[in-house]
């Protein structure tokens, strides 16, 4: 089946610093990756759509200006979080569909801000 | 919009007694349906999905869900639970038509005890 990493799968990092989560698929080719944010014992929400070529689509108070989104190329989104803070920590983690119906999601990116 | 509801939060249960997982789905439109599972710290797993057909869908590890669309509802079930069950699991829904994001449910923690 097609396969979605991540990198790095755990960061941790000082308050006021950025970080970068790369989400590639590994095997065929996504226009289209989605980044869900998940905090501890929560369920998973959408946080972006990202599209190869054009603009991130963010959900409704996502920050677009915090979580920077670039979509390089047809295999890797990534995801920048700019000057993280301590409520930045969260386990992050991506998708992309791969036809009709059928996602797959990357295994997940554990971000501690200190 | 979607939105999805799992009624129980936690459910314990021994190891060999059947068990149900409860999903509700709220949607103007076509939807497709599906079950997730995470084991701590790690990504999202497809145990199953339900697009279109028998209502009655068989997964991976012996689950299985039926979709019943009078009362949208898309309930998993196992027979008989294993230690290995435990895990959180999650209900999705997405439409079925145009962008594929899912809209997750809040999860519910199975705990199989000895």
């Known amino acids: 089946g097609a396969v979605v990493s991540q990198h790095p799968s755990r960061v941790i990092c000082k308050s006021g610093t950025s970080v970068k989560i790369e989400c590639r698929s590994l095997d065929f080719q996504a226009t289209t990756m989605f980044w869900y944010r998940q905090f501890p014992k929560q369920s998973l929400m959408l946080m972006a759509t990202?599209?190869?070529?054009?603009?991130?689509?963010?959900e409704q108070g996502v920050e677009k200006d915090k979580f920077l989104i670039n979509h390089a190329s047809l295999t890797l989104s990534t995801l920048t979080v700019t000057s993280a803070h301590p409520e930045d920590s969260s386990f992050y983690i991506c998708?992309?569909?791969?036809?009709?119906?059928?996602?797959?999601f990357g295994p997940g990116t554990r971000l501690t801000v200190l | 919009a979607q939105s999805v509801t799992q009624l129980d939060s936690q459910v314990p249960v021994f190891e060999e007694a059947p068990v149900e997982l409860r999903c509700n789905y709220s949607s103007s439109v076509s939807v497709y349906l599906f079950w997730y599972v995470q084991y701590p710290n790690q990504g999202l797993q497809l145990l199953l999905k339900y697009l279109s057909g028998s209502t009655l869908v068989k997964g991976i590890n012996g689950f299985e869900a039926e979709f019943n669309k009078s009362q949208t509802s898309f309930h998993l079930r196992k027979p008989s639970v294993h230690i290995s069950d435990t895990a959180e699991y999650f209900c999705?829904?997405?439409?079925?038509?145009?962008?594929?994001?899912?809209?997750f449910g809040s999860g519910t923690r199975l705990q199989v005890q000895p």
């Open positions: 998708s992309a569909p791969v036809s009709g119906s059928e996602q797959f």
């Open positions: 990202s599209n190869e070529g054009s603009k991130a689509t963010y």
């Open positions: 999705a829904v997405t439409m079925d038509t145009g962008r594929r994001a899912l809209t």
